[in-house]
């Protein structure tokens, strides 16, 4: 197996199928998700503008990928994703976001894994999908588990302005946001 920090050459490249096209305009509900910072975030009470960014899992150390874990394209490079946004972070700040990660991953994983990247923004827990059934959020199964697709959600005040779907390569992925970011600032 290889580092969770560096993507293998030769990922099949996702394709636009769709699946988040009727997000743009959408309002978060209101949901109250645990995040790694200690207690929960409702995303129905984000004010500013809110990077929110989802993928389907973290590696977790010690344990094995899931089955064809690199020929599911867009799964891998959850871990390199999340470092580039850690490491733009201050960047993303002052473009104007907040930045917070999302995946169906359990509280402690997300805790896990928050710890050992040395994260400066919370991840949130949601293991029974809730957002995905509230917004239509593409997701897909693997191993008994059904995980959410890589995308990202541009929020202002609560309402999705922009969406990037499908996100490849993932580990380039906090500089093209950075980029939006930056030829999209908030008015006012």
Avoid: K, N
Wanted: with cysteine; glycine share 12%.
């Amino acid at each position: 197996m290889t580092s969770f920090e560096q993507l293998p050459t030769g990922l099949p490249v996702p394709v636009d199928d769709g699946a988040a096209a009727h997000l743009r305009g959408r309002t978060l509900p209101g949901l109250r998700l645990p995040a790694t910072t200690g207690g929960e975030v409702d995303l129905g009470a984000l004010r500013g503008r809110t990077v929110l960014y989802i993928y389907p899992r973290t590696g977790v150390p010690g344990e094995p990928l899931p089955t064809g874990w690199d020929s599911i394209p867009g799964a891998r490079g959850c871990t390199p994703e999340t470092c580039a946004f850690r490491d733009h972070h201050a960047e993303l700040r002052a473009a104007g976001a907040a930045v917070l990660g999302l995946s169906a991953q359990p509280p402690a994983e997300q805790a896990e894994a928050a710890g050992r990247l040395g994260l400066p923004f919370p991840l949130l827990s949601d293991p029974e999908l809730r957002l995905a059934a509230e917004l239509g959020l593409p997701t897909f199964g693997v191993d008994a588990m059904v995980l959410y697709r890589r995308l990202t959600l541009v929020v202002d005040d609560g309402v999705i302005d922009h969406v990037f779907y499908p996100v490849f390569p993932p580990d380039g992925h906090a500089v093209e946001v950075l980029e939006w970011l930056r030829s999209h600032p908030v008015a006012g």
